[in-house]
């Protein structure tokens, strides 16, 4: 009886353990990237308002904020404000935003005219599309980028509310 009992033991054992294991490869394989959620949400599954483009994931606010406000909520979803470095990211953001004024991360608030990127990226060597006539720091203190009209950039004040785009490299 007693050998009995242990094998029934054993038994229970066994299929405990290969549950458990089923379990962990169902989990497992949830979290592969390969599967059919990233290939519908490149961004990841549980981020599908993230949009994918050339590597990156983008998200487009649908709340008003002021540049500095809008750094901090870009840096709370591990991004940073939109970096618009070749023609090609330009158009997937302008198509995006639709006339509407959306915040990017250029600004030159350390010193005027001396426009930077808030990730670094050298200025001087990218891309730029603004709007004719700006920047102008029109009535001063015109120091953060914003897309306006057509896509086309234009320098306001910091404080200003509009929406924000937020950029992070893609999950690998």
Partial sequence: MDKERLQDELRIFKVSSLSSQLNEMRNDLKRNHSSNNFKLFPCGPEAPEWKYFSGKCYFFSLRKATWHRAKVLCEEEHSHLAVVSSRAK???IMYRTRNERFWIGLSDENKEGEWK???GTNYAT???FWKEGEPN???????C???WTYGEWNDVHCTYECYYVCEKPAPP
């Fill in 137 to 143: 720091n029109s009535d001063q203190n015109e120091d």
């Fill in 126 to 128: 990218t891309y730029t």
């Fill in 90 to 92: 330009q158009n997937f």
């Fill in 117 to 119: 990127w808030i990730d």
């Fill in 145 to 147: 980028a914003h897309l």
